[in-house]
């Protein structure tokens, strides 16, 4: 699983916003709010999303609904865990990890383990 483009970004974004299935039209209106861009680029990006198994579609007419597969925290966990995955040691990965957590984050990652808790750990 690679990062995401700027515009593939910016696309799922709003799919995981809404939470709702959307056609190209759909997300196109939303993303021209801020920038102009052709129903085409839109169209060709979602085609690639749903190559990449972040998006799934059916035909409805002669157009695509598109839904994301999951939620932007179970993708971003998913992105975590690869990039763990890549890291030689894992546990310096993870020491260096802590080391740069906000306190917000550490008291986010402190909530997590307790709705959470690892394997063999018990509260």
């Known amino acids: 699983m690679r990062g995401l483009g700027e515009l593939e970004s ?8 809404t939470n709702a299935p959307a056609s190209v039209r759909d997300v196109l ?5 801020n920038r ?7 169209m060709t990006v979602m085609d690639k999303l ?5 998006l799934k579609r059916k035909p409805v007419g002669r157009a695509y609904i598109y839904e994301a597969v999951s939620s932007k925290e179970a993708y971003t966990a998913d992105v975590m865990r690869e990039s763990l995955a ?3 040691n894992r546990a310096a990965t ?7 957590l906000t306190p ?3 008291s986010a990652l402190e909530a997590a383990l307790q709705v959470y808790p690892p ?3 018990s509260s």
């Open 86 to 88: 890549k890291s030689g």
């Open 119 to 121: 394997r063999g750990r």
């Open 94 to 100: 993870f020491v260096h990890f802590l080391e740069r």
């Open 36 to 42: 102009a861009l052709a129903y085409t680029t839109v």
């Open 50 to 54: 749903h190559t990449k198994g972040l």
């Open 104 to 106: 917000e984050e550490a």
């Open 29 to 33: 209106e939303h993303l021209r709010k």
């Open 10 to 17: 910016a696309i799922m974004d709003r799919m995981w916003a």
